[in-house]
T-cell receptor, first 114, second 108 residues
Framework: NAGVTQTPKFQVLKTGQSMTLQCAQD?????MYWYRQDPGMGLRLIYY???????DKGEVPNGYNVSRLNKREFSLRLESAAPSQTSVYFC?????????????FGPGTRLTVL | AQRVTQPEKLLSVFKGAPVELKCNYS??????LFWYVQYSRQRLQLLLR??SRESIKGFTADLNKGETSFHLKKPFAQEEDSAMYYC??????????FGTGTLLAVQP
């Protein structure tokens, strides 16, 4: 099993450009998440999807949109990139059992916005 | 409000010394606590979950509900333990709240 996969691994954008980060999981998890990781800030939740067909905002959703394409795939879109969105983005998936909040992470996408 | 506090940004110890990474949480319900580890430029990996009460790579963590703490401990640090460590809090919403992380640097 590949677990959680993300593409691309690296990306450089100019301010105003758009892009979509792709995420897929093969663990049959219902929940999927997008985080950004910034120095001194830890991981902050951007959006999450508790199940196929549902998405909800996290702590820092502004400037992002998401699509839960099917149970396996959860994409994150930057419509008009800004330098403040320079970060490392992690996708994760997890069980929805109330006693099992464990999440499994992808390898990350390192995004630089110039 | 749910919150996780890791007071130390950096913890530097010598090889063989004991390690304690602090984590305090704020949560009104029954919490689930986790420690995740991130080695240099790699993905986050689960290290410990409080519900399992296990020791992984020599690390242990005990949930202290009275002090609302979940400190990570290891009696003898190894150089390969150098990494970023994140404490995370889960509740009934299937979302995790992460602390800001502590960078552990083990000096030879």
């Amino acid at each position: 099993n590949a677990g959680v996969t993300q593409t691309p691994k690296f990306q450089v954008l100019k301010t105003g450009q758009s892009m979509t980060l792709q995420c897929a999981q093969d663990m049959n998890h219902n929940s999927m998440y997008w985080y950004r990781q910034d120095p001194g800030m830890g991981l902050r939740l951007i959006y999450y999807s508790a199940s196929e067909g549902t998405t909800d905002k996290g702590e820092v959703p502004n400037g992002y949109n998401v699509s839960r394409l099917n149970k396996r795939e959860f994409s994150l879109r930057l419509e008009s990139a800004a330098p403040s969105q320079t970060s490392v983005y992690f996708c994760a998936s997890g069980s929805t059992s109330i006693f099992h909040n464990e999440q499994f992470f992808g390898p990350g996408t390192r995004l630089t916005v110039l | 409000a749910q919150r996780v506090t890791q007071p130390e940004k950096l913890l530097s110890v010598f090889k063989g010394a004991p390690v304690e990474l602090k984590c305090n949480y704020s949560y009104s319900g029954s919490p689930e606590l986790f420690w995740y580890v991130q080695y240099s430029r790699q993905r986050l990996q689960l290290l410990l979950r409080h519900i399992s009460r296990e020791s992984i790579k020599g690390f242990t963590a005990d949930l202290n509900k009275g002090e609302t703490s979940f400190h990570l401990k290891k009696p003898f640090a190894q150089e390969e333990d150098s990494a970023m460590y994140y404490c995370a809090l889960g509740g009934a919403t299937n979302k995790l709240i992460f602390g800001t992380g502590t960078l552990l640097a083990v000096q030879p």
